[in-house]
């Protein structure tokens, strides 16, 4: 009985260090991504990583976790681009447990379908930044601002999505317990599990 109950707490201890890891890790993503985007590179603009980063992180994590990073990923972008401080929090706080929840329930998790939710995603908020904060206060000059800025930014999270998404599929794989990953992840067969079941 003794040993059953060390054996849990370790166990207990192990995948918390695990969560913990795997969210420091993330963060660690988030900012090296917030800071190539405040200091760009190679040209004047730089590719919004910070998409690509919460819609995989949406897509191996539950919903609360998902809005939450979400919103502190909108809140960067909003940061790094010196405009209202909320307005990519406020959809991004929508669009992730919506990623995390299709995820879940509806789609395999796999490259391509985080190609088509991050595309869908980086072209809805593509068109809300246009909106809002273009068209409304430049109208005369948005479609330049559109051509030279907002198009390259939100094209970058687009193709940025390959190198992004395989990061988080390898910090979910190696710290996330076999046990509480979800089947797509999940590297044990069905004839492994059933090994496991007789031992």
């Known amino acids: 009985m003794i040993k059953t109950i060390s054996k849990s707490k370790a166990r207990s201890r192990k995948m918390k260090l ?3 890891l795997r969210w420091t890790f993330y963060s660690v993503l988030l900012l090296l991504f917030y800071l190539w985007e405040t200091n760009p590179l190679f040209v004047r603009f ?6 690509p980063l919460a ?4 897509m191996y994590e539950g919903e609360l976790a998902a809005g939450v990073f979400g919103v502190v990923c909108g809140l960067m972008i909003d940061m790094a681009s010196g405009t209202i401080l909320g307005f990519s929090s406020l959809w991004l706080l929508v669009l992730c447990p919506l990623i ?19 595309f869908a995603a980086s072209f ?3 068109c809300l930044d246009v909106l809002f904060k273009h068209w409304v ?7 330049i601002t559109f051509v030279n800025t907002v198009l390259p930014a939100y094209l970058g999270a687009v193709i940025g999505a390959v190198p992004v998404y395989f990061l988080v599929r390898l910090i979910s794989m190696k710290l996330r317990p076999a046990e509480t990953r979800r089947p797509e992840e999940s590297s044990l067969t069905a004839e492994d599990a059933a090994d496991k079941v007789r031992e």
């Open 18 to 20: 695990r969560v913990f």
């Open 46 to 51: 730089s590719p919004l990583l910070i998409i």
């Open 55 to 58: 819609t995989a992180v949406a």
């Open 100 to 118: 995390s929840l299709l995820a879940r329930f509806y789609i395999r998790i796999s490259f391509v379908s985080h190609l088509a939710l991050n």
């Open 124 to 126: 809805i908020m593509a």
């Open 137 to 143: 206060w430049e109208e005369s000059g948005t479609s």
